[in-house]
Every structure is written in structure tokens, then in C-alpha cells.
């Protein structure tokens, strides 16, 4: 990808046909249209397909720039979810996902890269993105959630499916972020604090 022009913008009502020819008719995983951390677990499965896609449709039209595209070559290539934490309920009602401390942060939930240029460092561009976008906007610290396979139990295994929805943690650390606290034995959470 070193040769294809990368271009990271916030979604915006401007961009709204760009992000729907990106996530599909079925809207990124499933029907999702990046709404699993926005909305509280019930409400999530009762909207999922047209209903999540609404409310992303009408945060764009709201001025809320839920998140980044990333554009190769002028195509819309993937996409990031970053925002307050605070504007993400399930996760901030997440057990395994607590906050590591009081300090106000962004959070980067989630992640969708198109197959035609996958394993070509569009994370890392998407993460770099991110934290620029957070830092225009005040942020000091921007948090992510990724799954590291590099632990001992994932470690020399492929990434399946929508594994790493939430990022893959050498992305993240090649863009500067560092092991803030663990989810899980695979799953860190990874802070970058912005100066």
C-alpha cells in the first residue's frame, strides 16, 4: 500500500454514500453499521440492520462525526469508530472493559478494513487518524481495546473473521500506544496520551 495515496476524514453527512458503499448492503458485520458499543445490549438487537444504520445516518447529519474513512486512491477503503467514551454505553456498562482510571479519554471501538486491502497497514493508518482526529478535538488521551495477537495464547495463529474488530494490538503499538491495563489474557487495553 506504500505506493497508494491514504486520506483519513471524519464521517460526515458529506460522506454518508461513501461509508454505506463501504459497509454493504448488510451494513459492516452483520448489520452492525458500528452501533455493538453506542447503544445499551437490548436496544442494539432490536435496531440492528435499518435501525443502527439510522442512527449512524442521523449522527452524520447531527455534525457528531462518529468516526473516520479511510480513502486508497480516493476509494473508501475502511473505517474507524472514535469518540468520548462516554458516547459509547454498552461500553462504558462493560464488566471486562472497565475504565483504568478516572481521566477523561476517547476510545477507538472498532475497526473495518474492505477485504481488497486487508494485511496492507490501513489499521495503523486508521489508528494515526484517530488520534490526530481526537487531538483537534481536545482530547489527551485516546484509548483502544485491541486483541493481541501476539499474547501466548493467540500467538502464531491467523486472525479469523471479526476477531479484530477492535483492532490488533501491533497496530496500536507501532502507532505509539502502550499497555494501559488487560480485558482479558488476548484482549488489552492500550492508552496513547496525546502531548
Known sequence: MSKSKIE????????????????????GYSGCWCMFWRLDRSDFKK???????????????????????AYVDGKPAGWCSVGPREG???????????????????????????KSVRKQGLMYALVRGAVAHAKKR???????????MQSDKLA?????????????????????????GRASETQLIMRHVIK
Open 8 to 27: 483519513i476524514k471524519p464521517l460526515t453527512a458529506e460522506r454518508w454514500n461513501d461509508a454505506t458503499s463501504l459497509f454493504g448492503e448488510r451494513g
Open 47 to 69: 435496531l440492528r440492520g435499518e435501525g443502527t444504520k439510522e442512527i449512524l445516518h442521523q449522527m452524520t447529519t447531527k455534525k457528531q462525526e462518529p468516526g473516520l474513512l
Open 88 to 114: 459509547y454505553l454498552a461500553l462504558e456498562n462493560s464488566r471486562i472493559l472497565k475504565r483504568v482510571d478516572d481521566e477523561p479519554v476517547w476510545s477507538i471501538v472498532c475497526f473495518f478494513v474492505d
Open 138 to 148: 481536545g482530547a489527551k488521551i485516546v484509548e483502544g481495546y485491541p486483541i493481541d
Open 156 to 180: 502464531g495463529q491467523k486472525l479469523n473473521s471479526y476477531a479484530g474488530y477492535m483492532g490488533v494490538a501491533s497496530a496500536y503499538r507501532e502507532a505509539g500506544f502502550v499497555e494501559a
